[in-house]
């Protein structure tokens, strides 16, 4: 009997983790940004802690391995109504039949319903862009949506926030529902991401800016674009460095077309594991987003490598950086960000105070720190 006990206890429990899209529906293309990125650290921190782990998410039928002998899984269904995924929840209950616990790894993919012993993941507030009125059928379709929503935040045991902002807008809103929330901000590998072996800020020639970030209109590509436009022209020796991908080949190859025509414009895009060295290189991140932002990821590894950080006041970037402390926060526009490059260029020891600042408030969101808070809510919730 004892060692029949024995044998059940060393039985892995397997956590089933549901996402939208980690790849591209058709299983081709690894999409990489922030959230993909958090996704590699979750999986590696529940490997850690002995669970196995199976991903899934919309595509045509295909299974792709991941990492460490981890699964992804997809489903085909891509209906979306009221930016929720109901057909996607309810095919992931469906088919994960011998996960043991469930994490949704975005918000509104627990709508309508969760598995018993669930967690989901808020990545920041996403409906802060004018045009996501369109994508719910404006006024007639927001009652609808917030409906949903509700449902979908009630239904886990508990929803990790990366950041303040949405928890105080949930608060505000369903004022009953604010416990089911921890706040859990996003990290950086201090390991990799720290500032040694650098130049002093503003010191190097060229003078190198940094836009680490998707290639989309919500990160604020179009004011960098036209920012990296005029600071070329007007300030000889500076450069500037636009490194992420694009939602779609074209955008990178128009982005690179672009940059072509242009002296000390550069685009490019790196893996992760490159990242901490190109860092180093650059004196100025800009983090300028418009829209749906938690705990940015790119905003802590710069920070953290001696970058002095640009940002606007979005989601949870004002988390992250404290205006004139260790960084600058603007509104997000052209001429802000002009004037806030100027601002630096002009005066070197307040960019190196700066600079000095956003290192140490980036060890207050280490790697370690976060899977250490991720354990707390895994024991308290899954066992």
Same mark, same amino acid.
């Given at each position: 009997?004892?060692?029949?006990?024995?044998?059940?206890?060393?039985?892995?429990?397997?956590?089933?983790?549901?996402?939208?899209?980690?790849?591209?529906?058709?299983?081709?293309?690894?999409?990489?940004?922030?959230?993909?990125?958090?996704?590699?650290?979750?999986?590696?921190?529940?490997?850690?802690?002995?669970?196995?782990?199976?991903?899934?998410?919309?595509?045509?039928?295909?299974?792709?391995?991941?990492?460490?002998?981890?699964?992804?899984?997809?489903?085909?269904?891509? /209906?979306?109504?009221?930016?929720?995924?109901?057909?996607?929840?309810?095919?992931?209950? /469906? !088919?994960?039949?011998?996960?043991?616990?469930?994490?949704?790894?975005?918000?509104?993919?627990?709508?309508?319903?969760?598995?018993?012993?669930?967690?989901?993941?808020?990545?920041?507030?996403?409906?802060?862009?004018?045009?996501?009125?369109?994508?719910?059928?404006?006024?007639?379709?927001?009652? /609808?949506?917030? !409906?949903?929503?509700? @449902?979908?935040?009630?239904?886990?045991?508990?929803?990790?926030?990366?950041?303040?902002?949405?928890?105080?807008?949930?608060?505000?809103?369903?004022?009953?529902?604010?416990?089911?929330?921890?706040? @859990?901000?996003?990290?950086?590998?201090?390991?990799?991401?720290?500032?040694?072996?650098?130049?002093?800020?503003?010191?190097?020639?060229?003078?190198?800016?940094?836009?680490?970030?998707?290639i989309t209109t919500v990160r604020g590509i179009n004011e960098v674009v036209r920012t990296a436009e005029i600071m070329t022209k007007e300030?000889?020796?500076? /450069?500037?460095?636009?490194?992420?991908?694009?939602?779609?080949?074209?955008?990178?190859? =128009?982005?690179?077309?672009?940059?072509?025509?242009?002296? !000390?414009?550069?685009?490019?895009?790196?893996?992760?594991?490159?990242?901490?060295?190109?860092?180093? =290189?650059?004196?100025?991140?800009?983090?300028?987003?418009?829209?749906?932002?938690?705990?940015?990821?790119?905003?802590?590894?710069?920070?953290?490598?001696?970058?002095?950080?640009?940002?606007?006041?979005?989601?949870?970037?004002?988390?992250?950086?404290?205006?004139?402390?260790?960084?600058?926060?603007?509104?997000?526009?052209?001429?802000?960000?002009?004037?806030?490059?100027?601002?630096?260029?002009?005066?070197?020891?307040?960019?190196?105070?700066?600079?000095?600042?956003?290192?140490?408030?980036? !060890?207050?969101?280490?790697?370690?720190c976060w899977r250490e808070s991720w354990k707390t809510v895994l024991q308290e919730v899954f066992n």
């Amino acid at each position: 009997m004892v060692s029949k006990i024995k044998e059940v206890i060393k039985i892995k429990k397997k956590i089933g983790i549901l996402t939208s899209n980690f790849f591209d529906p058709a299983g081709q293309r690894l999409i990489y940004g922030g959230a993909e990125r958090y996704g590699i650290e979750l999986t590696k921190l529940l490997l850690d802690l002995g669970y196995e782990v199976e991903w899934w998410q919309v595509g045509s039928g295909w299974i792709r391995d991941l990492m460490n002998n981890v699964k992804i899984k997809s489903i085909p269904v891509t /209906e979306s109504p009221y930016e929720t995924m109901p057909t996607l929840n309810q095919a992931f209950l /469906e !088919r994960a039949v011998d996960i043991d616990y469930a994490i949704y790894f975005v918000t509104f993919l627990a709508y309508p319903q969760v598995k018993e012993k669930s967690i989901s993941i808020s990545h920041g507030i996403y409906w802060d862009y004018p045009s996501f009125d369109n994508l719910i059928d404006g006024d007639n379709g927001r009652q /609808e949506w917030l !409906r949903r929503l509700k @449902i979908a935040l009630s239904g886990p045991d508990r929803v990790i926030s990366v950041d303040t902002s949405t928890i105080e807008w949930v608060r505000a809103t369903w004022p009953g529902l604010s416990h089911k929330f921890e706040y @859990i901000p996003n990290f950086v590998d201090l390991a990799k991401f720290n500032p040694e072996g650098r130049k002093p800020i503003l010191e190097q020639k060229p003078i190198r800016v940094i836009f680490p970030r998707r290639i989309t209109t919500v990160r604020g590509i179009n004011e960098v674009v036209r920012t990296a436009e005029i600071m070329t022209k007007e300030v000889k020796n500076l /450069e500037f460095h636009i490194v992420g991908r694009g939602h779609h080949d074209q955008v990178e190859k =128009e982005l690179m077309k672009w940059a072509s025509e242009h002296e !000390r414009i550069y685009y490019y895009w790196q893996p992760p594991e490159m990242m901490p060295e190109i860092y180093r =290189e650059m004196d100025i991140a800009l983090i300028p987003t418009k829209a749906a932002e938690g705990t940015s990821l790119s905003c802590l590894e710069a920070m953290a490598s001696g970058c002095v950080v640009i940002s606007s006041y979005v989601g949870g970037l004002s988390d992250l950086v404290f205006n004139d402390y260790n960084g600058l926060l603007i509104k997000p526009t052209t001429q802000n960000l002009v004037q806030a490059i100027y601002s630096l260029l002009e005066d070197t020891d307040r960019a190196k105070r700066l600079s000095k600042n956003g290192v140490e408030v980036a !060890r207050a969101f280490s790697l370690d720190c976060w899977r250490e808070s991720w354990k707390t809510v895994l024991q308290e919730v899954f066992n």
